[in-house]
């Protein structure tokens, strides 16, 4: 799936699902947040490092957990797609937070200054 396609499938998803047996954070889960995708994912380690609690659990969430079974993910989509409100302040926070510092030019930087060399340029 190349990049530029990937935007335009997550611009036209209400909600999309991450499951895996790695305890990781993939790409695809700033690219999600930031086409306004609602993140159903599974509650590990690594979700919670990066984005903090889920919602509801953390009302300030900005992803939404699952435990991996087709119930829980059945239910949380029950929940979430039945509060449009909730929606839309989870879509606005996840997309501030992405915005504010999960950008490629942000990953970009804490390369170089892993590698300490000073960026040059600009960071929007």
């Given amino acids: 799936l190349r990049h530029r396609d990937q935007a335009r499938i997550y611009n036209t998803?209400?909600?999309t699902i991450s499951s895996s047996?790695?305890?990781y954070v993939p790409n695809r889960i700033p690219?999600?947040?930031a086409t306004g995708c609602i993140l159903l994912s599974d509650d590990v380690s690594s979700m919670r490092a990066a984005w903090g609690a889920p919602w509801p659990e953390n009302p300030e969430g900005?992803?939404?957990a699952h435990d991996r079974t087709t119930e829980s993910i059945y239910e949380r989509l029950q929940v979430i797609l039945g509060q449009p409100e909730a929606q839309a302040q989870i879509r606005a926070r996840a997309l501030l937070t992405v915005l504010s510092a999960h950008t490629y030019a942000h990953r970009a930087r804490m390369i170089l200054s892993q590698l300490g060399i000073e960026p040059v340029g600009r960071l929007l």
């Fill in 21 to 23: 047996n790695v305890d």
């Fill in 13 to 15: 998803c209400v909600t």
């Fill in 31 to 33: 690219d999600a947040f």
């Fill in 62 to 64: 900005i992803w939404v």
